[in-house]
């Protein structure tokens, strides 16, 4: 099976940098994917990593560690309008090819 | 706006009855997946179709089932409702392609929320 595991609630303030880190335990393995969804919104795509390293996407970067099972999202400069869930993905190369959201990071932005 | 459109956005109904949720993907986007997402939960992966066949498959329960058509959109039928169903059910639909890292980007409709009474 599948699982992935995140803090489930981070407070950070604004104009800060905030780290949101996923481990997960999969079967097989394609890549991580990072979700951000506001209260009462549909889930928006961010950042994508298929290889060990840091992908930058503005002030959104997203790192992963195959070795380590291990990937992290990275927040800079942070705003007001940051304050959502960030959710983890990842994808079974299995069989079955079912995809798995981790249990989400509610992010509040605090003056 | 993700180009992913999902009817109805609201729905209310009593236990034990059927409802039919649709789904249209972006423009050009052949795979569809369904997501059930209950209150303050994470986002449960149902289903996934491809170009009109059954590509991936989750937690789905055999009351709920989908498919989708030719035209691409996507309908996903819940029978004998529970008051555990009620929830947020999203649509997500992505790129063409096999292989992979396809679908690691996906695109969401705003979703349709069940309530069961």
């Known amino acids: 099976g599948q699982s992935l595991e995140q803090p489930s609630e981070v407070t950070a303030v604004e104009g800060a940098i905030v780290q949101i880190n996923c481990t997960y335990q999969?079967?097989?393995?394609?890549?991580l994917s990072w979700y951000q969804q506001h209260d009462g919104g549909a889930p928006t795509f961010l950042s994508y990593n298929g290889l060990d390293g840091l992908e930058e996407t503005g002030r959104f970067s997203s790192f992963l560690s195959r070795s380590d099972s291990y990937g992290y999202l990275l927040l800079q400069e942070l705003q007001m309008k940051d304050s959502a869930s960030y959710f983890c993905?990842?994808?079974?190369?299995?069989?079955?090819?079912?995809?798995?959201f981790g249990t989400g990071t509610k992010l509040q932005v605090i003056p | 706006d993700s180009g992913v459109t999902q009817t109805p956005k609201h729905l209310i109904t009593a236990t034990g009855q059927r409802v039919t949720l649709r789904c249209s993907p972006r423009?050009?986007?052949?795979?569809v997946y369904w997501y059930q997402q209950s209150l303050d939960q994470g986002l449960q992966f149902l289903i996934q179709?491809?170009?009109?066949?059954?590509?991936a498959k989750g937690n789905i329960l055999e009351r709920f089932s989908a498919q989708q058509f030719p035209d691409l959109h996507s309908e996903l039928n819940l029978s004998s409702l529970e008051l555990g169903d009620s929830a947020l059910y999203f649509c997500?639909?992505?790129?063409?392609?096999?292989?992979?890292?396809?679908?690691?980007?996906?695109?969401f409709g705003p979703g349709t929320r069940l309530t069961v009474t």
């Open positions: 423009s050009g986007d052949l795979s």
């Open positions: 179709y491809y170009n009109g066949e059954e590509r």
């Open positions: 993905a990842v994808r079974d190369s299995g069989g079955y090819q079912k995809v798995t």
């Open positions: 997500a639909s992505s790129a063409s392609g096999t292989g992979k890292g396809v679908g690691y980007e996906q695109y």
């Open positions: 999969t079967s097989g393995f394609y890549g």
